[in-house]
């Protein structure tokens, strides 16, 4: 390289070529007519683009002694090679093209398109077979050809035929694309949770099993009438349905199959002809003041809390509709309801005149399904004058013998102690700074209860609330032999005004026997005589909600010699070593413990 020019002298090359560059700026030859060169050889070339027949195109002068004449190909019996080297059916035909179901054979309800191709004759098109008719095909020749139909409502199908110069018609055919199937409990909407078998007929007839939502091939489009069989828990349900195109999806709804044992308590069950399914509420009625039953309640039931909390006026009725009602003539004090289920949460509202509402709440999953009967006592309290303190408790518990076992003692004592001192059977009156704020109604505590106590505390002053079960004579009552608290069924019900209820409210209670759902051994605890039954406060007197704390605990008090009951109050220094006196008849005077 000489100033950026090549110089010297190139060695020619033609070793093995005879055509094309020598490599030194020269050719090693040249070749004849009709041939290239290629790769330092001469080849005859030949044109077969886009022609499937007849002689390859060559250049013009093409020595054909050196370079003979090639073949493209040949056409199939039927077909002629034309001009421009492609084959062609020697007489072209129309042909009719119909699409039918592929089991039935019948014409399909919808269009279906068509997409036709033929590998010899370099062919495709697609066409469209309206639904029910025939398309006429002018075939571009005779031979193998493949056709895809596909259509609405239909799986797409593939079929190859051959095209002979007697073929007029080609029958294409779609089968019916799979439709779910679904069986559902007709409330919930829900898939159900056992098998069923399935049986169908119309169109075309059949039966299939179902475990879950199934595909189903059904046999052409039109009316279908479907039995569905649960192999248990529910009923046999029907549907009469018309498959087209469009349908993806049928349910077929079945209801819940109830008997006695279903654990559901409906269509016309009760507790007397089935306490497998259905509980019996069982309430009777007194009143707070111990006077007696209190005749002609109705009681309505619900399965929604109709009360709602306030803290400024006590809880108010809300707009919750009772499921049921029932009341009793005034000749009875009783109430029974039989057609709820275990496992529910049932609330009551009672209703009699001059009587201020009571309101509770049963859990029958608590119920015992051996003995299937819910019971309560309760002492409704009359509506609360002008001249009445401004709250009253009431005290309830089981009475003697009263069923189920094991039996609860008819000696209890309610308990109020205030800062000015005790109220009780044998406290029946309270006083603060020389004005009355307290008395006791009643104390039936043979028979069960009411213990029945009104007060009227101050803002902010703390009632603490007590339960006794005092010691009895065993010569005297010797029913009360091996009675416990724990047995009683206690509970105790809070009423007061509030700023819009001057005649009163129920504004809390205080279950014993909701501590046992917590703590269940406690209910086998024979030692305890005391029940801390809750600590009551309000802030503003007859206006607003009391605070009722329940204290959910059991003591054993102390007994000395004479068989007086000790206890510490826990709420006051003048009750912390406070005496109930032993009250049976014969009792030995003895000075206190």
């Known amino acids: 390289c000489s100033n950026g020019v090549c110089t010297g002298t190139a060695t020619v090359d033609c070793t093995g070529r005879t055509c094309g560059s020598n490599r030194a700026g020269g050719s090693c030859g040249s070749c004849s007519a009709g041939q290239r060169c290629r790769a330092g050889q001469c080849e005859c070339y030949y044109d077969c683009n886009e022609r499937n027949c007849g002689n390859a195109v060559q250049p013009e002068g093409t020595n054909t002694g050196l370079c003979p004449q090639r073949s493209c190909g040949t056409c199939p019996s039927g077909f002629t090679c034309g001009s421009n080297g492609r084959c062609s059916a020697s007489t072209p035909c129309t042909v009719t093209i119909t699409v039918v179901d592929c089991n039935s054979r019948r014409a399909i309800s919808s269009s279906a398109s068509v997409a036709i191709s033929s590998v010899s004759l370099s062919y495709s098109a697609t066409v469209t077979v309206s639904a029910g008719a025939a398309y006429s095909w002018n075939t571009p020749g005779l031979g193998s050809f493949s056709f895809q139909t596909s259509a609405s409502g239909y799986l797409t199908n593939s079929q190859s035929f051959t095209l002979a110069s007697t073929t007029t018609s080609v029958e294409l055919c779609v089968s019916p694309a799979v439709v779910q199937v679904d069986v559902r409990e007709r409330k919930t909407n829900i898939t159900i949770e056992v098998g069923a078998s399935i049986s169908y007929t119309g169109v075309a007839s059949g039966s299939f099993r179902w475990n879950g939502v199934t ?34 999806l049928i349910i077929i709804y079945v209801d819940i199959a109830y008997f006695c044992g279903d654990d559901l308590c409906t269509s016309g069950e009760t507790a007397t002809n089935c306490q497998l399914d259905c509980v019996a509420l069982f309430l009777e009625f007194e009143n707070a003041d111990g006077s007696g039953p209190v005749n002609g309640p109705t009681v309505n039931y619900f399965l929604d809390n109709p009360r709602d909390a306030n803290a400024d006026t006590g809880p108010n009725r809300n707009s919750v509709q009772q499921t049921t009602t029932r009341t009793t003539g005034t000749g009875s004090n009783t109430v029974l309801e039989e057609t709820y289920a275990y496992d529910e949460l049932v609330y009551f509202e009672v209703v009699v005149s001059t009587f201020i509402n009571f309101y509770w709440r049963a859990n029958t999953s608590n119920i015992d399904p051996l003995l299937g009967t819910y019971r309560l006592r309760v002492h409704l309290s009359k509506l609360l004058g002008t001249t009445d303190f401004n709250y009253r408790l009431v005290n309830t518990w089981k009475p003697i013998d009263a069923t189920p076992e094991p039996y609860g003692p008819t000696d209890l004592n309610l308990h109020l102690f205030y800062s000015s001192g005790a109220l009780d059977i044998n406290n029946p009156s309270l006083t603060n700074q020389g004005f009355a704020i307290g008395k006791a109604i009643a104390d039936s505590k043979q028979s069960g209860g009411p213990a029945t106590m009104d007060i009227s505390p101050d803002s902010g002053i703390v009632v603490a609330v007590w339960n006794s079960k005092p010691p009895r004579s065993s010569v005297i009552a010797p029913s ?96 912390n070593n406070f005496k109930v006196p032993y009250s049976d008849t014969g009792r030995r005077d003895v000075e206190d413990f």
């Open 480 to 575: 009360q032999n091996n009675r416990y608290l724990v047995d009683s069924g206690s509970y105790v019900v809070f009423y007061g005004k509030t700023s819009n209820a001057a005649n009163g409210k129920q504004v809390g209670q205080v279950v014993m026997d909701e501590i046992f759902l917590t703590n269940p051994s406690l209910k086998s605890n024979h030692q305890v005589d005391l029940w801390y039954v809750a600590q009551f406060t309000v802030n503003q007197p007859a206006r607003n909600q009391p605070t009722v704390v329940a204290q959910s605990r059991f003591k054993t008090s102390t007994i000395n010699s004479a068989r007086d009951m000790f206890f510490d109050c826990e709420a006051y220094s003048y009750c």
């Open 215 to 248: 595909s189903w091939t059904h046999g052409g489009f039109g009316s279908y009438s479907f039995i569905a069989t649960p192999d248990s828990k529910y009923t046999v349900g029907s549907l009469t349905y018309s498959v087209t195109a469009s349908t993806t």
